[in-house]
């Protein structure tokens, strides 16, 4: 499809929500925040769990995509192009993964995002046929608080720069959907405000 139809398309399809696990200290109770999390109506979700071992990890997001693929949600892994790959699931890079990256890691079909904070992140995103980014911080926020808040201004002026499907990331609640929207924005990503408790 041409580029400049991707955020129309996504619009009309992909969720408005897209949900950063937070830490994954307990396999137990995350996989039940999970099961909330669905049952609530989340359909898109990253599995972004850096302190478990790697057979943990792989455990957890098997266990994770089954649930995930029950409810007709979508899962990525943060970070693992590998375990992505060999999971079927989806791929959540990081900006510095992005930035090293000459193709898509992932065939068409794997869902493949990225963070990105500026003008040349998305661009790369663009350039390698990711299906969608997250930009921010939009606000200042607790997990980042070195990062300077793009603001909605800025936000909808780096949203104008390229042809992709873009949630607003840093501080957002589910009520700042609307205003996401009004910006530009597929929809809002976040890790504690959005989750259920």
């Known amino acids: 499809m041409p580029p400049a139809d991707r955020p129309v398309v996504a619009a009309l399809t992909a969720p408005g929500r897209y949900l950063i696990s937070p830490d994954v200290p307990e396999r137990g109770p995350f996989l039940s925040r999970l099961d909330r999390a669905l049952a609530a109506g989340a359909r898109r979700i990253q599995l972004r769990a850096r302190g478990l071992a790697p057979a943990a ?5 098997r266990d994770a995509g089954l649930r995930c693929r029950m409810q007709g949600a979508e899962l990525l892994v943060n970070g693992e192009p590998g375990l992505a790959a060999d999971l079927g699931l989806g791929l959540h890079l990081r900006a510095s ?101």
């Not at 990890?57 to 997001?61: F, T, V």
């Not at 996401?180 to 929809?187: E, P």
């Open 97 to 197: 993964q992005l930035m090293s990256l000459q193709a898509r890691p992932l065939p068409p079909g794997q869902t493949v995002a990225a963070s990105c904070h500026n003008a040349e992140e998305l661009a790369q995103a663009e350039q390698l046929g990711l299906d969608f980014v997250v930009l921010g911080p939009v606000r200042a926020t607790e997990s980042h608080p070195e990062a300077t808040p793009l603001g909605w201004e800025r936000f909808s002026a780096l949203r104008e720069s390229v042809s992709l499907p873009i949630y607003a990331l840093g501080g957002m609640k589910s009520a700042d959907l609307g205003t996401a929207r009004r910006h530009g924005a597929q929809g809002v990503a976040g890790i504690r405000n959005l989750w259920p408790r």
């Open 57 to 61: 990890l792989a455990d957890l997001a």
